[in-house]
């Protein structure tokens, strides 16, 4: 899965959850050039109890870190990659208000008041830093799911050595291929051979052979 | 009826590195405010108070907080964009205007600042259109080691990557640079489509110079097979170039001198009139003379020379320019203009080679124009080169 920075931002949706000031205009102005249209939310407003709602490809929010924004999102989103990317703007630099930012997900801020320089460069970074960390967050969801299947793996391994006379090099490389073939991952394949392996033998007399497993799994992905 | 006077800021480097440009941008703002005060219906007269920044930008910075500090309002000037970037600050802390009047590579849009110059989808971009159809899509990229050269290389190589084409080499060299020999062999060598130069003043002149010598010695016709592009190259520029390479060069641009209709005529005539030695008029001249027009008639309109006044009433205007209509974009400040591409001539003037139908909306952040994401190439470990 690759990763790209984006660098035009014509077509997204910035929400901004601030107060109307000259920051407000200032804000609402450069993003408009920017080809961004804008919405806008009064503070205190319950306005993202769904945060389903929210297309993280499209939308970014911009928070005022004076404001309680605490309440941006209901409470099991704290602390957890946002449903966007969201960009803080700064006006006390506490360490109260800069935590806050953070707990809603800022990947950037903006120093009040805001006056055209800096929004792209803050858009720029506070976007991408999301993206990075959304696909970082993908990867890591990927490898969990591999180490979990790693105990299948062993599983098909340990039976075709046992049962098939192969050594484990061939008997990895044998589900290797069997995976690429069925375009599983090895560790979903295994796990799919392993449940065949068992069910069969329930059925039948004693483990089926390899190829017999193998092809049942194939039957299966073209009924499926 | 009575006559409103204002004190108008001219913030330009009459001497320096750039300083064949910026005289003649002083000049067009002068012959500008010349036609302001005498005209009888407008009723405005502009005191104009000149500085020098010679080519600092610590001058710049200098010289703009002394201006606004006395209460001036509105600021024509600057050339380059880190001069002009040094000065917003003051600007946006007096809450006054600075007419920004020179062509730049866009990514800005300051509410103290009207740009009059072309943004970069006004010149760049219709001259890779240029380039890509007329001489292919291989590209050797040479500038000077700043955000001019730096961002331009960037949008044609997005560009010409995306149109299946090569950037074949990108060399930097530090502003004044003179030695070319080595970077010219290689361009040799290579034989791209052709040549896109961002280097600037002196540097510029001289690779022109020694570009057409050593093609010439190597039996290449270096305009027809291996043409120079740029987006910054204007009439006064080639007369420094000299007789021997003049001709030839392809220039992106919103005006050139040689632009056929009556309000140019008037133009070329008065300037020549009122400043007989030089600089040659250029499109920054161009620029700089309507910045100081539409700042004149707003402030008539406007009554009054306070911003939101006068931003509103110069987003009303629709004037004929030396180059055809322009209006100011009121989102952006930005100034609707006519794209072109002109070659240059052995009388050191440009010839228009293309030209848009109607005056361009800017588009100073390329939404319009540039792709979502970034074009993944390998990071460069060196840039800068001698």
Known sequence: MSWR?????????AILCLEAN???????????????????RHPGEQAFEDPSSLNP??????????????????????????????????????????????????????RKPVLGAGVYSALFAGVNA????????????????????????????????????????????FLRKESMHSRQSVEAFCET???????RETEAFGAPSRHAACAAIRSEGRRS | ??????????????????????????????????????????????????????????????MADALLSKGIKHVVGCYTSSSRKEIIPYFEKH???????????????????????????????????????????????????????????????????????????????????????????AIIAARPSFVFNTLIGTSA?????????????????????????????SEPELDEIGQDAVDGHISASVYFASLKSAANAAFIASYRARFPKGPAPSADAEASYLAVKLLGISLAFAGTEALPHVKAAAARLEIEAPQGKVRIDEATLHTYLTPRIGRSTKSAQFEVIMEAKAPVRPDPYLVRSSPRFDIAVPPRAVRLVS
Not at chain 1, 7 to 12: K, L, M
Not at chain 2, 215 to 226: L, S, Y
């Open chain 1, 5 to 13: 920075l984006i660098q035009n931002f014509s077509g997204s949706r």
């Open chain 1, 22 to 40: 000259a920051s407000a205009d200032a804000l609402t102005r450069t993003l408009s050039n920017l080809g961004l249209t804008v919405e806008k």
């Open chain 1, 57 to 110: 490809d499209r939308d970014v929010l911009f928070v005022d870190g004076d404001i309680d924004a605490g309440s941006i999102w209901p409470a099991p989103y704290l602390n957890l990659n946002p449903p966007a990317p969201v960009i803080g703007l700064v006006g006390h630099e506490a360490p109260s208000r800069l935590k806050t930012l953070l707990q809603c997900g800022a990947t950037a801020l903006l």
């Open chain 1, 130 to 173: 999301y993206r990075h960390r959304r696909h970082l967050e993908e990867r890591l969801k990927e490898h969990e799911s591999k180490r979990r299947g790693r105990r299948s793996l062993i599983k098909a391994i340990v039976h075709l050595v046992r049962h098939e006379g192969l050594d484990d090099e061939a008997a990895y490389e």
């Open chain 1, 193 to 199: 051979y392993i449940r065949q392996l068992d069910c």
């Open chain 2, 1 to 62: 009826m009575a006559v409103q006077r204002y004190a108008v800021g001219l913030l330009f480097s009459s001497t320096g590195p750039y300083s064949v440009v910026s005289r003649s941008m002083m000049n067009g703002a002068l012959l500008a405010l010349d036609e302001i005060n005498t005209s009888s219906d407008l009723g405005v007269t502009l005191e104009p108070v000149a500085r020098n920044p010679a080519g600092s930008n610590a001058n710049y910075a200098a």
């Open chain 2, 95 to 185: 809450d006054a205007l600075l007419w920004y009047p020179s062509h730049y590579e866009g990514f800005e849009t300051a509410a103290n600042v009207v740009y009059t110059g072309a943004a970069p989808n006004q010149h760049i971009i219709p001259l890779i259109d240029y380039l890509t159809v007329n001489h292919g899509n291989r590209a050797f990229c040479i500038g000077s080691n700043y955000i001019w050269a730096w961002e331009n290389n960037r949008i044609l190589r997005e560009t010409v990557l995306a149109r299946c084409g090569s950037v074949v080499a990108e060399r930097y060299f530090p502003v004044g640079e003179t030695g070319f020999a080595s970077v010219i062999d």
């Open chain 2, 205 to 233: 002149y001289q690779f022109f110079r020694d570009f057409r010598r050593h093609a010439a010695e190597a039996g290449i016709n270096q305009a027809r097979d291996m043409p120079v592009a740029s987006c910054s190259l």
